[in-house]
Each structure stands twice: as C-alpha cells, then as structure tokens.
C-alpha cells in the first residue's frame, strides 16, 4: 500500500510538471532530463533570490523525491503551501501530496491533518477521503475508514 501510494505522488509530481499552465524553465527541462542533482543546485540558488517562489519549491520537491530524500520533498512542499499563489499546483494537490509524503515517512497525524485539509477544500472529489479512508484503516480506526471510503465511493458515482 505504501509503495502505491510513493508510485502516486512521484506521478503526480511528474506529470505536473511536464503539463504545467506555467512556460516550462530551464528547471523543467532539467527534471524531464532526470538531472535531479542540477535541479536541487539551480532551485537552491534562484530562492536565495526569489525566497517566495512557490514553483521552485515544488520543482526541488520534486527532485528531492526524486533522490529518496522525503523529509527535504516535505520541507519543500511546505514552502511551497506557504507561497501557493506563486506555485505551478493547486493548495489542495499540495496538502495531497506531503500527506502521502508524511505517511511514508510514518508521521500519520501530519498526514491525516493535510487529508482533512485537503477534503475541506476539495469536499466533492474522492481522493480526500479515499486517502484518509486508508489511512484510517492502517491505524485500526474502522468506523473512520469506512465512513471516509464510503463517501469516496459515493463521489466516485
């Protein structure tokens, strides 16, 4: 399940950025190119410059993913909630994508906290509470899990 969910938000972080609304960069570039080392140089050094730049934050999460390094990926994804309105994703892919983050590396109160946020903003799409829903279920909270998975199931109609 945990293996699911890393192969999830490496997607999600792929794919937006290779379909981001923004003109692609040099960094763009360098993370179709796989070139994760360059990426997390030339971010450092551009937000030494523009600190409130949400989209770097989240092109260097995604190279810090990239590498294994979860913790940086989530420091960085919560910079770039900080600064959302600068950021190539919604407030709401972001809360989805440092709960995952924050559920591999074992921090289940952080991630259900973002799934709850994530539900508040979005409450009329499924991932929200399909995600609690199953992290309910690895904590033993039945009752939790099913009334989260049936509302996912329903939205899903």
């Known amino acids: 399940m945990m293996k699911r969910r890393f192969l999830l938000i490496l997607l999600c972080l792929t794919v937006s950025f290779l379909h981001a609304e923004m003109k692609p960069n040099f960094i763009d570039y360098l993370l179709s190119e796989e070139r994760y080392e360059q990426v ?6 551009q937000l030494e410059r523009h600190p ?6 989240t092109q260097r999460a995604t190279a810090y993913l990239q590498q294994d390094e979860l913790q940086a990926a ?6 770039a909630i ?4 600068t950021a190539d994703k919604s407030l ?7 709960g995952v983050l924050y559920e591999l590396l074992e921090n289940p109160k952080a991630a259900l906290r973002d799934y709850s946020r994530l539900i508040k903003l979005t409450p009329l799409q499924p991932e929200g509470y399909q995600l609690r829903g199953e992290l309910y279920t690895a904590m033993g909270q039945a009752d939790k899990a099913r009334r989260d998975l049936e509302k996912a199931q329903l939205l899903q109609e």
């Open 74 to 79: 989530v420091n960085d994804l919560s910079r």
């Open 40 to 45: 997390i140089r030339l971010a450092t050094a």
């Open 82 to 85: 900080r600064y959302y309105k």
């Open 92 to 98: 709401a892919e972001l809360y989805q994508m440092r």
């Open 52 to 57: 409130k730049d949400g989209r770097l934050y």
